[in-house]
């Protein structure tokens, strides 16, 4: 059994509220009827060409006196709403990734968009404040901002660290691979704290001797791709009408393990700049984050409707 991350591409994220009625009965609210809720605005969609994927409360209204982000256990006797956050995806490419993934011999017990996951990387401060995480894979930089404890906007870009690997390769003449371990043995994405004494080796396409170059060129090479992702994220947000994240920023991703790359982003922004790295034994890598972030994702639904199977999170 698993639980299936959907990347940001092809997705939309929509503001929908719903309420379910009571009628005068005096009714203490339980994990059900914040699923029947739930449920009710997944009814509602009535495209056969979308899919919901995602439904996250932002806040529930309890007799459309309270506004609370857990009604369970409180009373009501006319109505329950929540006003939801709604992420929807084409169901042509949702149908297609399940086939592969059920191809494989696993069974999906649900299905998470990364662009609500990324919240269980943030602090409560940095949550309500307004911050950004920026997580830069390999095929594809997703960018997600968080602001008064919810999911604002996401969107993608669709430059990432193939890319800087890529104009690695190109400018060195060396082949992608070679560029690859270059990369993460030497890589650099800040040129004036690369080093001219850290030198390496590499042989180039068509050549038969070695060529030498040092970490400071190789910087040269990164800065400019990485800056380039930056500036995307900055137009991206922009777009959401962000012109201020006062939470910071958040990097994360794999490409995030690259020396230097904080200090970049910093010397671009006047806001704080943190690297997110899993705090779990044994991945304590921010390539990780994403797929922690799916399982905690699932965690949370559980907890908040109220009927946590452990069985299926060992």
Known sequence: DVFLKMPIIYSEIH??????????????????????????????????????????????KVDDLHEVTDPKEMVATQSLAVDAGVITIERSVLINILKCVESSGVHVLDVYSDAYNYQHI?????????????????????????ERGTLFDADHIKIAG?????????????????????????????????????????????????????QKDLSDIIEGTTEEIFLEVFELLQEM???KINGGFVLTGGTSNMLGIKEL????VSE???????????????????????INSGIVFDELLDYVTINNHD
């Open 15 to 60: 503001d929908v509220v719903h309420e379910i009625k009571f009628e005068g009965a005096s009714t203490e609210i339980t994990g059900e009827h914040i699923e029947d809720v739930l449920d009710g605005i997944r009814a509602k969609n009535a495209s056969k060409d979308i899919e919901i994927i995602g439904v996250y409360p932002k806040m529930f």
């Open 122 to 146: 943030l602090s409560p401060t940095e949550i309500e404040l307004g911050t950004c995480v920026i997580d830069i894979g390999d095929q594809l930089t997703q960018v997600a901002y968080y």
């Open 162 to 214: 193939s890319d800087i690997t890529e104009d690695i390769s190109e400018e060195l003449n060396i082949t992608f691979d070679e560029a690859e371990k270059v990369k993460e043995q030497y890589g650099h994405a800040f040129y004036d704290l690369a080093s001219e004494q850290d030198v390496f080796n590499v042989t180039q396409i068509d050549a038969e001797s070695p060529v030498s170059f040092s």
């Open 241 to 243: 009408g962000l012109n």
């Open 265 to 268: 982003l910093s010397d671009m």
């Open 272 to 294: 704080k700049v943190r690297i997110h790295i899993p705090q779990q034994m044994g991945i304590r890598k921010p390539e990780f984050t994403s797929a922690i972030s799916t």
